[in-house]
Every structure is written in C-alpha cells, then in structure tokens.
C-alpha cells in the first residue's frame, strides 16, 4: 500500500484533494500546515514545492504540488471510476480542470474576497460584481453541456466533476435560476458522501 502525505490546512485548495483521498477510499497522514506558515519557506517543505505553498503531497516519498493537478495524478495513480478509461477521456478530464482553472476560478475568488474575506474597508463591491457576472457568463458553458447529461464525461462521476466542483464551491452559495442543469450538478457533486467529509474537514456546518 501506498504512503500518502498531503500537506496543507483543509481551509484552503487543499480541500479538493482531501475530497479525491477520500472519494478514493485512500488511507493519509496530513499535515495541516497552514498557508501562512513561515516555515513553508523552509526546507523540507521547500524542498517538495519550491513555490513554499500549500497544498503539496508525498506518495512513496515523489512530491507533487497544485491542487488539480494532484487530483489527476491520483486518479492516474489509483485508477477508478473517477479516472480515465481511453487516451481521449484522459485529455477530457486535463481540458475541464483546466477550463475551470483559466475561465472561473480567478473571477469566483474575486467575488469572493470583495464581498466575503477581506476587510470590510479593503472590499471593492463594482469589482465584486463585476468579476461575478464574469464567472456567470462562463458559467452558462457549463449549464448549457449539462442540460443534456448527468457528468462531464462518460456519464459517470470523474475527477474532472470533482475538479471542476471543487473550483465552482463558492457558487453553492449563489442563486441562479438561470443556470438549473448547472445547479442541480453542483449540487450533485458536492452532496457527494466523500465532499461532505472534505467540507467538514474545513469547518462548514453541512
């Protein structure tokens, strides 16, 4: 059996590979260093992620750093029902995480932190909702493709849901009427028993 050591407080990025470990029924140490943590700065954690950030993770002593692409290293590494089962299906799962990463994650976490995080004083609100109707816009794309199947690909659940949900968490909290098939997936995804364990992990009350 594997040795697996994931690093980084569940309160951050983190969270989506807390979810992959447990979707996968993986057994790991981790280690809730936190992303303030000087000594990430330091080795040994510097030695595994020279970026001296969270999350990173050991198995069998092999770093790996970034949250997707640790994800799809797991699903590669463990093979499941998450991973890919042809070439093309690998390339679909690398093209839906990165879509989320490039296209929603920047403006979700803009929204975020101007109407959540930062100090009230810091808090730019046209910013705010400037950068929400970016990610809405982006996020018909989603709605649209769902409207018509249940998972992004192969009609099952895969590690590119649960990247891409794990990238959309903070729009659980948003309504949108306009965006049912979306919606509905999102919330798929993430009352998910594994995703539920990850979110307690963080703190949230689910």
């Known amino acids: 059996m594997s040795e697996i050591k994931l690093i980084g407080v569940a309160a951050s990025r983190a969270v989506r590979n807390i979810w992959m470990l447990k979707e996968l029924g993986l057994a790991y140490e981790h280690d809730a260093i936190h992303y303030t943590d000087p000594a990430l700065k330091k080795p040994p954690y510097i030695d595994w992620n020279p970026n001296g950030a969270i999350p990173m993770i050991l198995v069998d002593g092999t770093p790996l750093f ?8 797991l699903a590669e590494k463990f093979p499941s029902e998450l991973s890919a089962k042809t070439a093309e299906e690998r390339g679909q799962l690398a093209q839906w995480s990165l879509w989320a990463a490039t296209s929603v994650e920047t403006d979700l976490g803009n929204w975020a932190y101007h109407t959540m995080f930062l100090p009230e004083a810091e808090r730019r609100p046209d910013f705010a909702k400037e950068s929400l109707a970016k ?11 769902l409207s018509s199947r249940q998972f992004l690909i192969g009609n099952r659940f895969t590690v590119a849901d649960l990247n891409v949900a ?32 990850a979110r307690r992990a963080r703190g949230d009350q689910v």
């Open 135 to 145: 990610a809405l816009k982006r996020l018909d794309v989603l709605d649209k493709v």
């Open 166 to 197: 794990a990238i959309c968490y903070r729009a659980l909290g948003i309504d949108m009427p306009d965006k049912p098939a979306f919606k509905a997936w999102l919330n798929r995804c993430w009352s998910r028993p594994a995703a539920i364990e």
């Open 66 to 73: 970034e949250s997707l692409a640790i994800n799809l290293f």
